[in-house]
């Protein structure tokens, strides 16, 4: 980021009549990985987080994320150019408001929900929001990457577990109920879903990026799609051709929308049509969100491989002089070598996170190459990794004691798997929300005065997204959690300057009992031993990790050589 761009970036909202912009860190498709060439946060702010947004104003600026990012933005914003805020404490709008009490302020169409546009105007009423054209900030960027879109894949009909024309009927049923004529689904991870296709638009989301449109009869148009064969197809360029196309003699047809994905510039473009919009939220979203039985069977059988990759790498990292050699960046790298022995892996989940030691402490830290720190010395080293497989998709975090660590770090760490063994043990009744179960898993910390700034769960996509709605084991968890869905379970602990601690496993939601759900650990990999304090245990907690690292040892003894399978029996002996 220079001085100079954002000077730039200046001069044109001046000559465009307007007093700021406000820039999110999203895309057409509202998810959370983009492609390089919608990266316009990173460009213009240097910060990368997976989350957040810009405001700039004539003499201010400022860069907003929440509790994971707050270190980070500390290290890779100017300064002197961007205030970094917490975005829980302070929302980018509610600053804005505060800095100016009235004017224009220039937005993307593409990036901006209808609900997010609406929950902007209600926070700053004098305040009037202009939708850009899409080339105010391409124009600026002159080494953009180019727009590219890979050709779809299918993944085995036996791995969804459930035809696409079952889950286009639901679209259908739903326009009938309401006397629609259409559904437009904006969520790039339900069309995806809905037809069983998938793509490679992405790095490490195989999504193949694109809106469908759903009539009655079960017909769909892809927008935004090249030329993905069974379905009728229109760029982004061709939308009042095809807002032409579906007009029918009785006038504008009727189209149902989730105004939580509908981004404003579609909806401008809708409105201009004269179509006659409902909004409403989109039910596949929660379909998705179940697991039928294929789709937990796959995940079961991705966990197995994942698992052995997981134990061959661990077994390399405590035990092979080689590692000293190495750095953070070099650990994305040997796990993509150990998972890539399987010939069903796809590609990693997301973007590894390995921090040693202090880097460890930025909860979403991402090494580079050359200013990333060598793994050469003592300490503790933070891995949050996953992959997708070509029938399910994982997400692991394991932190290891490299030599030798602090007494303050194997407390911190044994607290943080007594809260993860907490919380894996509950069993709590249907109607729990993500709040409830999330301060069951801090309590063991919230004993010591130790916490942590990120939710404890997410969901999980199945092949799809590593975070998936609607819900979420966290503060802001209001959508009660329901049996089969896949979450995350990752309390954490970090000490600035010195160390972090987080312990995930992915699980799903069971029936325990009637009235009551629990859940089942997915992930299989043991955690290290060297971390672990066992007096700061309740005998509950002891019970349950001993369990765990029978079940570990029990699934994955067979898929391992004579060297690893003695590596894993000692790992996961009685505590």
């Not at 024309?165 to 259409?182: H, V």
């Not at 997410?458 to 049996?483: C, D, M, N, Q, Y």
């Given at each position: ?28 498709f509202q998810g959370e990985e983009v492609r390089p060439c919608d990266e316009y946060l990173a460009w213009l702010t240097g910060f990368t987080g997976s989350a957040g947004a810009a405001v700039v104003l004539s003499e201010q ?400 996509g199945h092949i799809l997204g590593v975070h998936e709605g609607p819900a979420s084991i966290s503060k802001r968890g209001t959508k009660p959690i329901k049996a089969g869905y896949i979450l995350s379970n990752e309390p954490g ?83």
């Amino acid at each position: 980021m220079s001085a100079q761009l954002l000077s730039q970036i200046r001069d044109s909202l001046s000559d465009a009549g307007l007093d700021g912009l406000y820039l999110g860190r999203s895309d057409k498709f509202q998810g959370e990985e983009v492609r390089p060439c919608d990266e316009y946060l990173a460009w213009l702010t240097g910060f990368t987080g997976s989350a957040g947004a810009a405001v700039v104003l004539s003499e201010q600026a400022a860069v907003f994320s929440d509790g994971r990012y707050i270190l980070q933005m500390a290290n890779q914003l100017d300064s002197a150019l961007f205030d970094a805020v917490d975005i829980i404490e302070t929302s980018p709008i509610s600053w804005l408001a505060g800095k100016l009490p009235s004017g224009k302020i220039g937005y993307d169409g593409w990036q901006v929900t209808k609900t997010a546009y609406d929950r902007m105007v209600a926070t700053a009423p004098n305040i009037e929001f202009v939708a850009l054209e899409p080339e105010f900030l391409s124009c600026h960027w002159q080494d953009r990457p180019a727009e590219t879109q890979a050709p779809i894949w299918r993944p085995d009909p036996k791995i969804c577990g459930q035809d696409s024309s079952e889950k286009l009927q639901q679209i259908a049923d739903e326009l009938a109920s309401k006397q629609a004529d259409f559904a437009l689904v904006t969520s790039a991870e339900t069309v995806n879903w809905m037809l069983n296709i998938r793509g490679r638009d992405l790095e490490h989301t195989p999504f193949h990026l694109c809106y469908a449109l759903v009539s009655t009869s079960g017909e769909v148009t892809l927008i935004g799609s090249d030329s993905a064969a069974g379905y009728h197809n229109f760029g982004f360029d061709q939308l009042d051709r095809l807002l032409a196309s579906i007009s029918n003699s009785n006038g504008a047809p009727a189209i149902l929308a989730d105004p939580d994905s509908l981004c404003m510039t579609l909806y401008s473009a809708l409105m201009a049509a004269g179509i006659q919009l409902t909004f409403r939220e989109e039910p596949l979203i929660y379909a998705k969100a179940i697991k039928n039985r294929a789709e937990l069977q796959g995940f079961e059988q991705a966990h197995i491989k994942d698992g052995v990759a997981m134990v061959r790498f661990s077994h390399w990292l405590k035990t092979d002089e080689a590692r000293r050699q190495m750095t953070e960046a070099d650990i994305a790298s040997q796990l993509v070598s150990f998972r890539g022995q399987d010939a069903e892996y796809i590609c990693d989940s997301f973007a590894t996170i390995a921090g040693f030691n202090a880097n460890g402490a930025i909860v979403h830290y991402r090494a580079e190459k050359g200013a990333d720190a060598p793994l050469s010395g003592d300490g503790v080293l933070l891995v949050d990794s996953g992959a997708h497989y070509q029938m399910g998709t994982t997400d692991i975090t394991r932190t290891f004691a490299l030599g030798s660590v602090s007494a303050d770090a194997v407390k911190a760490a044994s607290l943080v798997l007594a809260a993860h063994a907490e919380l894996a043990r509950c069993i709590f009744p249907e109607g729990t929300n993500g709040v409830q179960l999330d301060a069951i898993a801090r309590q063991p910390l919230w004993q010591y005065g130790f916490d942590y700034g990120h939710g404890t769960g997410h969901g999980v996509g199945h092949i799809l997204g590593v975070h998936e709605g609607p819900a979420s084991i966290s503060k802001r968890g209001t959508k009660p959690i329901k049996a089969g869905y896949i979450l995350s379970n990752e309390p954490g602990y970090y000490k600035a300057g010195s160390f972090g601690i987080r312990q995930e496993n992915l699980v799903k939601i069971v029936q325990a009992k009637t009235g009551y759900l629990g859940m089942e650990s997915l992930t299989l990999c043991p955690f290290d031993r060297d971390l672990i304090d066992i007096s700061l245990f309740t005998d509950d907690q002891r019970d349950w990790l001993n369990s765990y690292h029978r079940r570990v040892y029990e699934v994955l003894a067979p898929y391992l050589d004579d060297t690893l399978r003695q590596w894993l029996s000692e790992q996961t002996a009685s505590l």
